[in-house]
């Protein structure tokens, strides 16, 4: 699997595929990063691990259209084959969802379809929730709405900060995303 991650922030999630690629838990290869933010700490760890990168800033283009139209030029030069968003934090439009179907998966930090969009884990800290998690889902063209994949609860205790449901969220991430790309890996191989 050629492996196409696009993020937008600090990329922890990018890392934990790439170390899950380099301890042999994951047959892919990280081709190329796709990040929205030129100064987003992923570029450094990107850079750091010698992958490739395009980063752009989509005020800078007339539309989402023109973006994504340059961000599949990008994906067709690495020979990508499959999307993994890790913190991505833009809707796909048509024109990568048309040149990609069902091949895009994104991770969300709640359990769907509680907390949609931004900042869902402090949307479940103000909620009072006893009980969140992690979701992985193929993407449509709504926002965190395409079938589920993968989730996984985590309990949360009286006296949680956000800060420690974060950490405790990141945690389920770094295990789950590898693990699941590796399961759709090996479905795809299969036929
Ligand atoms: C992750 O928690 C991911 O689930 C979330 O952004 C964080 C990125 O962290 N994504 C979304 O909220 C998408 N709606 P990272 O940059 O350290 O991987």
Redesign the pocket.
């Given at each position: 699997m050629k492996l196409a991650v696009f993020?937008s922030?600090?990329?922890?999630?990018?890392q934990s595929i790439v170390n899950a690629i380099h301890e042999g838990r994951l047959d892919a290869s990280v081709e190329v990063l796709i990040c929205d933010k030129p100064d987003a700490f992923?570029i450094e760890r990107a850079t750091k691990e010698n992958i490739p990168y395009f980063a752009f800033q989509a005020k800078e283009y007339e539309n989402k259209t023109a973006y994504e139209r340059v961000i599949i030029e990008k994906l067709e030069e690495h020979g990508i084959d499959f999307i993994a968003l890790?913190?991505y934090?833009r809707l796909i439009g048509p024109t990568l969802l048309e040149r990609y179907p069902e091949k895009i998966v994104?991770?969300?930090?709640s359990l769907l379809p509680s907390f949609p969009?931004?900042d869902?884990i402090g949307q479940a800290f103000r909620a009072g929730v006893k009980v969140t998690g992690?979701t992985i889902h193929y993407v449509d063209a709504g926002m965190?709405t395409g079938p589920i994949i993968a989730q996984k609860a985590v309990d949360l205790e009286e006296d949680e900060t956000e800060e420690s449901i974060a950490a405790k969220?990141?945690e389920v991430?770094h295990a789950i995303y590898p693990e699941t790309l590796q399961k759709i890996q090996a479905n795809l191989s299969r036929v």
């Open positions: 993020a922030g600090s990329g922890s999630n990018f992923v890790a913190g934090m994104n991770i969300h930090p969009g931004k869902a992690v965190d969220i990141h991430e």
